[in-house]
């Protein structure tokens, strides 16, 4: 069983796995899985995501993130995706259900996320903003349902 | 193959030994080192314990390619917060990182091969603000061995 | 070292995914994924098969290849539509692995599985205990790798 922690119980809900349509900034349709799991006694919380191709199962994105608490309670996530590499975000102000995070992209680009929990699917909305120069991305949004939750630590 | 991740792919697989921090306390050390992020990165799980089996230090890492190929690693340290490491240049054999933590502290950590199934690892922190010749008081040293199944002497 | 198993399967570890027909009919995306664990003595095999455009799981599995004294794979599976099975190869081709065994309730379980060219193909077949189930609808499909499952160079894990 996970040891709750301040960081476990923002996530409580949310550890297992999800998985839904997904459609890519891109136009593209896909499945998106997004699976949540605790480590260290709850000091991190890991999530892994992938989105593949509906009929091929080709992978369109795969990556991680690491969710810890900043001194401040605020969350911060280090974040590794394939296709953009490493960034850091930070939790931004929002809805008190809403879990939002901002964070720079190399590049000059900027990357928000927002998660929330609507009922037994999780809504998960991003959007990738250029910088200076050039054009912002369409925000995509997948409605995620859980389809399974292995009980205790590494869930 | 053109993966940069192929010199350490060997070390996929388990780990554990023994070592020592600085002030000579003795510590048990696991680590799991795995494909992530469907084989664009390795995972890197590190924990340290002494005494009664109280964690002493967990580090979980990601290491991966960034679009351009170059190689960086992100993680989580339960003693410095979040860490940003990248590779310093070194032999094949070794896998050397160095950066900042959010905590303040900027880490230094390398692995090296010494024999095919025995690696030496060690980790060291010192303040980012620290003036140059500051000597860091704490750091970590131990041996770990690949955990391979017991075979009856002979066989 | 690579131990033999690991020799003979180190081009089917990582995750491969794919288009399957059901043996009822029913088709979906299948998942697989083989990782090597205790250092090469057995290989975990993680199955999942899901509804294309919803996501919603069909059927999941989990398993074990290991080598026997003779040399041969045993598979220890379990699937949730199938239960508890041990698989042992049979006589094939020696690019196909061929598996064999009893199911429970007098039911007998057959699969071929294959890799070549980054191309995994795997057919499946539930059977009656004393009758072959040569004639009987086959679970069957392609999986392609996804990622790029990092191997060191000369070796095979």
């Excluded at chain 1, 999780?122 to 910088?131: D, H, N």
Aim: hydrophobic share 40%; glycine share 12%.
């Amino acid at each position: 069983m996970a040891m709750t922690t301040p960081l476990v119980s923002r996530f409580q809900s949310m550890l297992g796995y999800w998985r839904g349509p997904n459609q890519l900034e891109t136009g593209r349709h896909g499945l998106l899985e997004m699976h949540f799991h605790s480590h260290f006694e709850g000091e991190l919380v890991q999530l892994d995501a992938y989105t593949w191709d509906t009929v091929t199962g080709e992978t369109f994105s795969a990556g991680t993130g690491l969710f810890a608490l900043k001194h401040d309670g605020r969350l911060i996530e280090n974040l590794y995706v394939g296709r953009f590499g490493f960034c850091m975000l930070h939790e931004t102000d929002d809805e008190p259900d809403v879990l939002a995070l901002l964070g720079d992209l190399p590049g000059g680009r900027t990357m928000s996320v927002s998660l929330r929990l609507e009922d037994d699917e999780l809504l998960l909305t991003s959007q990738l903003k250029a910088g200076v120069v050039g054009k912002d991305l369409p925000r995509t949004v997948a409605r995620l349902k859980r389809y399974d939750r292995p009980p205790g630590e590494g869930a | 193959m053109s993966n940069p991740l192929s010199r350490f792919a060997g070390w996929i697989g388990d780990w554990a030994g023994q070592g020592e921090v600085a002030d000579g306390t003795e510590i048990l050390f696991r680590m799991q080192v795995s494909s992530s992020v469907e084989g664009n990165a390795l995972c890197f799980h590190m924990e340290s314990w002494v005494g009664q089996m109280q964690l002493l230090h967990g580090l979980r890492l990601i290491l991966a390619p960034c679009p351009d190929g170059t190689l960086q690693c992100m993680g989580f340290s339960t003693r410095f917060g979040m860490v940003n490491l990248t590779p310093t240049p070194d032999d094949e054999d070794v896998l050397a990182l160095a950066g900042p933590a959010t905590g303040g502290m900027q880490i230094s950590f390398s692995l090296i091969q010494q024999e095919e199934n025995t690696l030496i690892a060690t980790g060291m922190a010192r303040p980012q603000d620290a003036p140059p010749g500051f000597a860091a008081s704490g750091g970590t040293h131990g041996i770990l061995r690949r955990v391979a199944p017991w075979r009856p002497p002979g066989s | 070292m690579p131990t033999p198993l690991i020799t003979r399967f180190a081009e089917w570890l990582g995750t491969w995914r794919g288009k399957c027909e059901f043996s009822d009919g029913r088709e979906g995306l299948m998942q697989f994924r083989l990782t090597s664990i205790f250092n090469g003595e057995a290989i975990q095999v993680e199955t999942a098969s899901y509804v294309s455009d919803s996501g919603a799981p069909m059927t999941r599995g989990s398993g074990f290849f290991s080598l026997d004294r003779q040399g041969r794979v045993v598979n220890n599976i379990y699937a949730d539509y199938l239960g508890f099975a041990v698989l042992v190869e049979t006589p094939d081709d020696p690019e196909v692995l061929s598996l064999e065994g009893g199911l429970p309730g007098n039911r007998t379980l057959a699969v071929t599985m294959s890799v070549a060219d980054d191309l995994m193909t795997l057919s499946s077949r539930v059977g009656e205990g004393y009758k072959s189930a040569a004639g009987r609808p086959r679970t069957y499909t392609q999986m392609r790798r996804v990622g790029s499952f990092p191997r060191a160079e000369g070796v095979a894990e």
